[in-house]
């Protein structure tokens, strides 16, 4: 039996044991819900909401808190900024606020209240180490109550985009500081947003009251709950009962649910699914770092892209979801639309490599040896992700045909991205930033040592990529900066460390009557605000 029919199987399988619960559940169970509220699935708790540190879920915070600019599908556009000036030479940044905020405990927000935020952000630069911004702030001023100036040591194209991401560079009431700082945590959490957190419960939910007097209007949905509930069969039950009623992928890149159960509750009548365009680009990370593994062997990362069938996992184990990745991003990423060789699904050229390589099988082993040492790593999934999970068992029986021992092990997404960071990984699961943020957010975390330093520096040529991403950041013309991003992706792409499996979307699970449903250019917030029933 093949790889790809033995997974099919195990879907279909799935798929019979969620409708034999859904038989078991009671008949009369309802998706209704007040009106005005929802209620959605997460599989971890809010977390700290302190926005300018990093444990939140940024769902919840993006709607609490705001930025002073907005990434959009068609560019940057004002927010709580309502314009904003640029000087001839690059550095200095001029932001006319709007006059009609609030924060959600009374305060204003004006100048002073942007400058004591950034500042705050900057007097804890070390731990924003992968936002290239934070090191080229020199200073932020208010030039009068609704005027601020950000001065900038060098030229650097990315400053807005870096200013609308969700975090660290969003407001929180001064109020809530503690001795004037926010890195050692707040002492709450009122920001601008068109929500407010009401209450919060350790591990079990977290609610939101619609901001009555936001600046952009008042929400229709009244009140949105962050219920935790275990991925899988948990979550799907409780869609069914109407105990949540809306359900998406999250800002670890997790779905809820497996694609058959999600297709089950289409099928019931009684909800939609909305997904976004392709957003980001979901990737096995290798360690090329790793002197002791086999990972750190560009032959055996391209064996692995080859011993990969991206188009099952594409269609069978994701239903179509998402579609089949080629490169670290999608061509409609900016500056990333190159022609780099392709590295299809070929078992025998991944055998190849292997042998050419010297990763021979002894003795009629079933795991390929060099040196007396085997071909054996070990990948981290996330544990609270159903189709990681199913992918990562496909991807093991894939490489094991061609001679490779790939040990899988589910483990939190807080203890991934520790990994991530000390380099205690052979290979991980991960995504790009996505649409609103790329090229730069990831191509900067290549050099982070909380994210992809220990992914990239162990390239042949990672100290000549280094510099590149130095100059493409400071870079005023485009024709340069095109030129240098495409060296750098090329350089990651020829040595396999980011190995690519799917583009992804954002997926929406709600009832059919909720309306509004729309994305932002991050895959890591929904605008609840724009949301409402009919």
């Known amino acids: 039996m093949t790889i790809k029919k033995r997974f099919k199987g195990a879907a279909i399988s799935v798929m019979a044991c969620a409708m034999l619960v859904a038989c078991s559940a009671d008949s009369s169970s309802s998706t209704e819900k007040k009106q005005d509220e929802l209620v959605y699935a997460t599989a971890k708790d809010i977390n700290d909401m302190n926005p300018h540190l990093y444990p939140g879920s940024m769902p919840a915070q993006g709607m609490v808190y705001e930025s002073l600019v907005e990434n959009t599908e068609d560019g940057i556009k004002p927010l709580l900024a309502a314009s904003w000036d640029v000087s001839e030479d690059g550095k200095v940044y001029t932001f006319n606020l709007r006059d009609d905020v609030t924060f959600h405990d009374g305060e204003p927000f004006n100048a002073e209240a942007v400058k004591a935020n950034i500042e705050a952000v900057q007097r804890n630069s070390e731990k924003h180490s992968w936002i290239q911004l934070s090191s080229k702030i020199v200073s932020v001023n208010a030039v009068d109550e609704y005027t601020v100036e950000l001065v900038l040591s060098e030229p650097y194209y990315p400053t807005l985009v870096e200013l609308s991401m969700t975090r660290p560079y969003v407001f929180i009431s001064p109020k809530d500081f503690k001795n004037g700082e926010t890195k050692d945590g707040v002492s709450g959490y009122h920001g601008t947003g068109p929500y407010k957190l009401e209450e919060h419960k350790v591990d079990q939910y977290a609610t ?207 203890s991934i991205a520790n990994r991530r960071a000390t380099g205690e990984y052979d290979l991980l699961f991960n995504q790009t930033w996505g649409l609103a943020y790329d090229p730069q957010s990831t191509v900067n975390a290549f050099q982070s040592e909380v994210a992809y330093l220990h992914t990239t520096k162990g390239m042949a040529n990672a100290d000549e990529m280094y510099e590149k991403m130095a100059d493409v950041l400071v870079s005023k013309d485009e024709a340069t900066r095109k030129a240098l991003y495409g060296d750098i992706l090329t350089m990651v792409h020829d040595e396999a460390v980011f190995i690519p499996l799917t583009n992804g979307h954002v997926t929406v699970v709600a009832p059919k009557e909720l309306k509004g449903i729309s994305f932002k250019q991050t895959q890591y917030e929904l605008p609840f605000e724009q949301m409402y029933f009919e």
């Not at 990972?295 to 990969?308: G, N, P, T, Y």
């Not at 069938?309 to 069978?316: A, H, Y």
């Open 208 to 414: 939101f009251e619609a901001n009555d007097t936001y600046w952009g209007g008042e929400p229709k949905v009244k009140n949105v709950t962050a219920k935790v509930l275990p991925a899988g069969e948990t979550t799907f039950l409780a869609l069914q009962k109407g105990e949540v009623n809306v359900t998406f992928t999250d800002d670890r890149g997790a779905d809820s649910m497996n694609a058959d159960a999600v297709n089950q509750l289409v099928e019931s009548g009684k909800y939609q699914v909305v997904q976004s365009k392709e957003m980001n680009t979901k990737m096995i990370v290798a360690n090329s770092s790793k002197q002791e593994s086999p990972v750190s062997e560009k032959e055996v990362r391209e064996a692995i892209w080859h011993a990969i069938d991206r188009k099952t996992i594409s269609e069978d184990l994701l239903n179509g979801k998402e579609t089949v990745a080629e490169t670290l991003f999608s061509s409609n990423v900016h500056y990333a639309d190159l022609k780099l060789n392709k590295r299809p699904y070929d078992v025998k050229k991944a055998e190849a490599i292997l042998e050419e390589a010297g990763w021979t099988f002894e003795n009629g082993q079933s795991v390929r040896e060099k040196d007396g040492k085997p071909l054996a790593m070990e990948l981290y999934y996330d544990a609270n992700s159903p189709s990681q999970k199913a992918q990562a068992e496909f991807i093991q029986s894939s490489v094991k045909e061609v001679g490779i021992e790939l040990d899988i092990l589910g483990e939190e997404s807080t």
